[in-house]
């Protein structure tokens, strides 16, 4: 098990390099002057020789990668030009809304989508079968704004069930230890702080978790259907066993492992999908920050977040691989 | 979960499944909507005010709670809490009316400016407003070194004063501050090194607020490191913010809100809620569903598009009186563009008035000149240039240009008070010119820094959208900001108006002003550099149970007039 | 090439003749209900994206009426316009018409883009290994480690606001994804019987690779690349509310027109259900004919 975690991570080292040259060669290959770009609207002549000298844009390309990496190594990502704030400072303030809200939406779509592809699996060919798949491709296909949009039209402003935007509610005054509002509320002991966060969490879970959803649905109802014609199944029914006993026990637990890949794969969709999930509910995460770094063209911001959330993407990937051995047996072999 | 349907095999399960749905959400609703009551009803227990807390979203954080390293708009919101100047605003109106200075008195070469302070008036922190305080802001902004005489940083003071004590860069002047003598604990003097006619009016600004300067010794005010590019804040910029004003720095959570507490101490009339919190949310469509769904009070920047729809559904819109100009920029350094009789087309195939009802918001009235109304030196008696679709293009005939082919540059992703919707006002506009034989090419660009920097840093442009929000009320800081200097965004050198303008911003006192900047206004609508559109009217959007918000042309607005109803 | 298509036919004992197979494929897709609907759709779809000048009542993105449009109101459904104006002042009915015609070209632009650059990587790993295996793969890699939106956004900031940015933006997420399909394809085509005989023939590898190896893995990629169309018309959407769409506002374009209506979402719903559903009707076209393809092309699993 440690060997292949060490082995992983060794992995992980060509892709950041390989990231970071790309994202160096991708600031240069923007339209305009690099130091124009990182200044922002209010460039002044000084101040474009100044970021010059201190990027180090006068010096050959070789010396100037290096410069950079040896920055992003301390930490360094640099400021963000639109608020000055330094981009890893903003990173980790931000992180913990969307860790919170990229798990509740896999927690629904775990909750919701295992039983559904379950038991769409166990009555394969039914109109209720049909519905389950029909409806996930739903899920897939309208765009995750647009549907963000409707729920919120429909259950914060047409029937006024949920809030529409942020966290928390403002009138609340809440304590915040990890920025994870749903467990300060819990280590705090203030549980309407809690409460409301998971309130505010609901809307922005369901559309986020929407593509998850309908993946989980179709990949349990698969890898179920697949694991029902298996021997031992067949074995344990002959047996005599219960129903039911039959599913959790085998059935389910065989039919984890390809759910789990699949999820750990989803990793990069959910953050993709964050962007516009928070944007649409202003919850105030990596996403609507990344919104508005695209939007305003914050290059510092881009090329760090980019940078950050790879590593992140990679590391989740790995902890779904280790998640493998402990669900099945047969890896933890090999 | 409407399609979960009963089965005959498992029917007891999926019942219960639906129920504990039902029941879930059920639950989540009453909740949320206990919550506010309980916040609501708690509110009255805790202080005089026995207010509530009182919920404005704003488009993006504070930049730093220093109001003298900023520019920008949501910095001064909350500063403009926090803090007062010696001079504030008429209400209502961009005027200039006593604030923490009772009174002032000019010697005649407007050279010499004495304020009579009022009296008993403490910073937050327990030190006395006083002569020395006044003198100790005035020294701290001209002392300024380094970086923190960047344009990025001290914005206001150098565009108003010109320079410092030592100049760091060529494009500072003489410094325009000389000196400030406490003449008496009441009485302070300014010394100038030249006339400056809007130096009473500039005093509002909350760029050159009063903040205590005990506080700033204590956390580090002064102390700003990192570069131009990459100001690193001191602790009392991010968290000690001292000043004179109605409520007190709180917290300020990055990203999220600043909260602010009411200062019981405060000289003035005392705020009424308990709690004010700023809670940043950057996209405009959430920020009013946010105030439908009862998430937030009020915000600012309200659509031309939902104002109807809101105050159809019980909600409160404020107007301010517009202080502002949107215009058509239309740049020289395109040959054709050189033409009189081109931009005299130009300017008669608009119709401003179909653009204003279309675009902007109700009851906004197209412009005649690059100012608003309210602005001294207003002129009557411009040359105008009605709507006719016939004459722009005889114009352009005459011109040699019956098919002209413009670049149109304008901004995306931007919303600001004079351009509430560019592409609305692009779309109606090209339109427009497209009848009359022009042919556009649009040139959409992100606000910052594509867009500024391809109209204001290169001469790349045939016409672009842009405008102006009044920081106070100086005719400089509308027609001399745009046409002071040769400049990219127009393209033309013209020592005659740079001169006038020069000429009328040395004069001593407004009075003297009026004749000279009328006479500016005349020149330029005859010279027609570009065309002002409109004055758009900004909006602020309340619930119901929001009183005493006071609107004001340069967004003056102290929040301790404000009352929550019912609460 | 007759004799080694023989001998690859003998090579591979039971495997069916390519016709054989094409007809086992029909036949399944033919019972499948899901290709019927997702080919009824598609097909509906580039007809109506061919013909739109015919089907579409006026001119697109002219704005004609925009004298009609106050900010707090748009004219709905009349005698001339059949589903009303949009906000821009042009006819709605036409806007959509016409922007399943931009759909239908950037989708198959992109997907062709992301195919043939995914494929040539592909290629270069799968048919060559070795060395360059692992340097192909380490770049998909890279690519595959920012997600897929961001890549797009990177892109788009890179190369400008047009259609032809989208584009290539669209694309280049797909690089890597049919990258690592067609390597898989080709590895896992390594060790069949018919290649290894091959080899004995004395072919060269190239030609191995080229004439016999690569015709084998276009199934799976003519799946993923109408998969590929149906994200390509969702992520379109998306890439226009980041403000990287086409440079145009009232450009008939179903993305642009979906952004624009959120803002009236509330007082002229319309607006934006038109554009979404048609997004949302596309996609699914695309989804469902690329899962039957899938499930006819894989016997394994034909359920």
């Not at chain 1, 765009?143 to 039209?153: D, Q, R, S």
């Not at chain 2, 009485?187 to 500039?202: R, S, Y």
């Not at chain 2, 602020?540 to 007039?561: I, M, R």
Request: aromatic content about 8%; charged content about 15%; glycine content about 8%.
């Amino acid at each position: 098990m440690l060997s292949l975690v060490v082995r992983r991570l060794g992995l992980l080292v060509p892709v950041l390099v390989g990231l970071s040259v790309l994202l160096f060669a991708w600031v240069r290959a923007l339209p305009g002057d690099p130091a124009r770009a990182l200044l922002g609207e209010r460039a002044t002549p000084a101040g474009i020789a100044e970021v010059n000298r201190l990027y180090g844009f006068d010096q050959p390309w070789w010396q100037q990668y290096l410069t950079y990496v040896s920055r992003i190594a301390r930490g360094d990502f640099g400021n963000s030009t639109r608020t000055g704030q330094p981009v890893l400072d903003t990173f980790l303030e931000r992180f913990p809304a969307t860790v919170e809200l990229a798990v509740a939406a896999l927690l629904v779509a775990v909750v919701v989508g295992i039983p559904l592809g379950y038991l769409a699996a166990r009555r394969a060919g039914s109109w209720w079968d049909q519905l389950v798949v029909g409806g996930s491709l739903l899920g897939v296909v309208v765009p995750v704004f647009f549907l963000a949009f409707l729920l919120k039209w429909l259950f914060a402003l047409e029937l006024g069930w949920l809030p529409t935007a942020g966290r928390q509610d403002a009138r609340i005054d809440a304590t915040h230890v990890t920025n994870l509002y749903v467990l300060d509320g819990l280590l705090t002991r203030e549980w309407d702080a809690s409460w409301d966060a998971v309130v505010h969490l609901v809307l922005p879970a369901l559309a986020l978790g929407a593509i998850p959803l309908a993946i989980v649905v179709r990949i349990t109802r698969a890898s179920v259907l697949e694991v029902l014609t298996e021997d031992h199944v067949r074995t344990a029914e002959a047996k005599g066993l219960l129903r039911r006993t039959v599913s959790r026990r085998h059935v389910l637990r065989n039919a984890m492992l390809p759910v789990s890949t699949t999820l750990g794969l989803q990793a990069g969709a959910l953050l993709a999908g964050a962007v516009l999930t928070e944007t649409v509910f202003a919850f105030n995460g990596i996403g609507e920050y990344l919104f508005q770094a695209v939007n305003q063209l914050d290059y510092p911001v881009l090329q760090g977040f980019i940078l950050v959330i790879a590593v992140v993407y990679a590391l989740v990937n790995l902890v779904v691989d280790v998640s493998y051995g402990l669900l099945d047996p047969r890896v933890r072999t090999a | 979960m409407p399609w979960f349907p009963p089965t005959e095999r498992r029917p007891v399960r999926t019942v219960l499944t639906a129920a504990a749905l039902t029941a879930l959400l059920a639950a989540t609703t009453s909740c949320a909507e206990s919550q506010r009551d309980d916040d609501s009803g708690s509110g009255g227990s805790s202080s005089a005010g026995g207010g509530g807390t009182f919920v404005f979203a704003a488009s993006s954080d504070p930049s730093s709670l220093d109001p003298s390293f900023a520019s920008d708009g949501e910095t001064f919101r909350v500063s403009r809490q926090i803090f007062e100047g010696l001079v504030g605003t008429v209400p209502g109106t961009a005027d200039p009316a006593p604030l923490l200075a009772e009174s002032w008195t000019t010697s005649a070469d407007g050279l010499t400016y004495t304020f009579t302070l009022r009296e008993g008036v403490e910073f937050s922190d327990g030190t006395p407003f006083d002569a020395e305080a006044v003198c100790a802001n005035f020294e701290r902004w001209y002392n300024r070194t380094g970086i923190q005489q960047s344009e990025n940083l001290s914005y206001y003071y150098r565009s108003l004063f010109r320079g410092f004590k030592e100049n760091g860069d060529a494009d500072l002047q003489t410094p325009l501050y000389k000196s400030c003598t406490a003449d008496a604990a009441n009485q302070a003097t300014i010394a100038l090194n030249a006339p400056f006619a809007g130096f009473i009016a500039a005093l509002s600004l909350p760029a050159l607020s009063m903040q205590s300067p005990t506080a700033i010794a204590e956390h580090r005010g002064d102390e700003v490191g990192g570069t131009d590019s990459d100001p690193r804040f001191s602790e009392y910029a991010s968290a000690h913010p001292t000043g004179t004003g109605p409520f007190l720095f709180d917290s300020w959570d990055r990203g999220q809100q600043v909260v602010l507490k009411p200062n019981p101490n405060y000289w003035g009339e005392k705020a009424k809620v308990d709690e004010v919190v700023i809670r940043t949310i950057s996209d405009g469509t959430a920020r009013r569903q946010a105030l439908q769904s009862g998430d937030i009070d009020g915000y600012d920047l309200v659509a031309p598009a939902d104002v109807a729809g809101l105050e159809a559904d019980g909600f409160q819109i404020e107007q301010r009186k517009p202080f502002n100009i949107l215009y058509l920029g239309i740049n020289q350094a395109v040959p054709a563009l050189q033409d009189i009789r081109v931009r005299q087309a130009i300017a008669h195939a608009l119709d401003k008035e179909a653009l204003a009802t279309g675009t902007l918001p109700e009851g906004t009235e197209p412009a005649t000149q690059f100012i608003p109304d309210t602005v001294v030196g207003y002129a009557e008696d411009v040359p105008t240039y009605p709507h006719d679709v016939a004459r722009a293009r005889q114009l352009l005939a005459e011109a040699g240009q019956p098919d002209l082919t413009l670049d149109f540059v304008y901004p995306t992703g931007v919303s600001r008070p004079y351009m509430p919707n560019p592409e609305d006002t692009f779309k109606v506009l090209s339109t427009q010119l497209a009848e009359a034989g022009i042919t556009v090419n649009p040139v959409p660009l992100k606000w910052t820094p594509d867009y500024l920097d391809r109209v204001q840093g290169t001469p790349d442009h045939g016409l672009h959208l842009l405008g102006w929000t009044g920081d106070y009320n100086d005719p400089d800081n509308f027609v001399g900001v745009f046409f002071g200097k040769k400049s990219n965004e127009w393209g033309f050198d013209d020592p005659e108006l740079f001169g006038a303008l020069d000429q009328a911003r040395g004069l001593p006192t407004q009075e003297a002003q009026v004749p000279a900047y009328q006479a500016i206004n005349r020149q330029i609508m005859t010279k027609l550099p570009g065309v002002p559109l409109a004055s758009p009217i900004p909006s602020l959007a309340f619930s119901a149970e929001v009183s005493g918000y006071e609107p004001s042309p340069v967004q003056d607005e102290v929040w301790n007039t404000i009352s929550l109803q019912g609460s | 090439m007759s004799a080694t298509s023989a001998v690859v036919a003998e090579a591979a004992g039971s495997a069916p003749t390519s016709a054989a197979r094409g007809r086992a494929v029909w036949e399944r897709l033919r019972r499948d209900p899901g290709a019927w609907a997702g080919a009824v759709i598609v097909t509906a779809f580039v007809v109506v994206a061919l013909a739109a000048p015919l089907i579409a009542p006026y001119e697109p993105a002219r704005s004609q009426w925009i004298g009609q449009i106050t900010p707090a109101h748009v004219p709905g459904p009349s005698a001339d316009h059949l589903l009303g104006l949009d906000s821009f002042g042009s006819d709605l009915f036409t806007q959509l018409v016409h922007g399943a015609r931009q759909s239908l070209v950037i989708g198959v632009v992109s997907t062709l883009l992301g195919l043939l650059a995914g494929s040539a990587l592909g290629l270069l790993a799968g048919g060559i290994g070795g060395r360059v295996d692992t340097a192909v793969m380490r770049v998909v890699d890279v690519l595959l480690s920012v997600p897929a939106l961001l890549l797009a956004v990177s892109v788009a900031a890179v190369v400008g606001r047009s259609a032809l940015s989208v584009m290539v933006a669209i694309a280049a997420a797909q690089v890597p994804i049919f990258a690592r399909l067609l390597r898989a394809s080709l590895l896992a085509q390594r060790g069949r019987d018919y290649v290894v005989a091959l080899r004995s023939l004395g072919l060269r590898q190239r030609r191995i690779v080229v004439g016999h190896m690569l015709p084998n893995a276009l199934g799976p990629l003519l799946v993923q690349a109408t998969l590929v169309l149906a994200t390509a018309v969702i992520e379109v959407a998306a890439l226009s509310y980041l403000g990287l769409g086409q440079a145009d506002p009232a450009v008939a374009e179903w993305g642009r027109m979906l952004v624009k209506a959120q803002e009236r979402l509330e007082a002229e719903p319309d607006l934006a259900l038109w554009p979404g559903a048609c997004i949302a009707v596309t996609a699914l076209g695309f989804t469902l004919l690329g899962e039957a393809l899938r499930q006819a092309l894989d016997p394994r699993a034909r359920r």
